[in-house]
């Protein structure tokens, strides 16, 4: 199963999404959607798993939940936009963490792509970044993996160019 990895759109989407995701099974975006225009076309490449983040709307925050647990494959996974820094989570998301047990974090919000084992909560750490035009970041980033049986296999970081 390929995985499109994607965050913090802020309202844009670049047509090169399309060609790096048309192959994947899903795209999961971890929240900052900024209009629903990016939601309706990724919904045509793949099926979605999304999550809100602090600048979508409540339009966006009815159509999406806050944070989503889910497992494929034997793989627990966490979605929440606004985690905090790895190892130094925010209390809500080390409650979920506490509660769902996940075995691969997926975060946005920071702008930062970030992949990174987290020993103190035994998981991955996944931040694929921003895809937007807004923000501090200076390139646009989003990733692809696979997961075959209970591995995350095949990870890729993928730049879109300048913000």
């Known amino acids: 199963m390929k995985i499109g990895l994607i ?22 975006h ?7 225009i990016v939601t309706g076309e990724l919904k045509e490449i793949a099926p979605l798993k999304v999550v809100f983040g602090n600048i979508d709307d409540i339009a966006t925050r009815k159509s999406w939940s806050e944070h989503l647990f889910f497992s494929i494959n034997g793989l627990g996974f966490l979605m929440i ?36 084992h987290d020993p103190r909560f ?19 980033t989003i990733c692809t993996m696979e997961i075959e049986n209970n591995n995350l296999t095949n990870f890729k970081a993928i730049e879109l160019g300048s913000r």
Request: aromatic share 8%; glycine share 10%; proline share 5%.
């Open 7 to 28: 965050s913090d759109t802020h309202g844009y989407m670049d047509e090169r999404i399309r060609h790096y995701f048309k192959t994947c099974d899903e795209i999961w």
């Open 30 to 36: 971890m929240g900052d959607i900024g209009n629903p």
């Open 122 to 140: 035994k998981l991955l750490y996944i931040n694929p970044g921003a895809a937007g035009k807004h923000g501090f970041h200076k390139v646009r």
């Open 81 to 116: 936009h606004i985690a905090g820094g790895i190892s130094k989570y925010n209390p809500k998301t080390v409650n979920l963490i506490e509660q769902h047990r996940p075995d691969v974090l997926l975060c946005g919000h920071s702008h930062i792509l970030k992949v990174k």
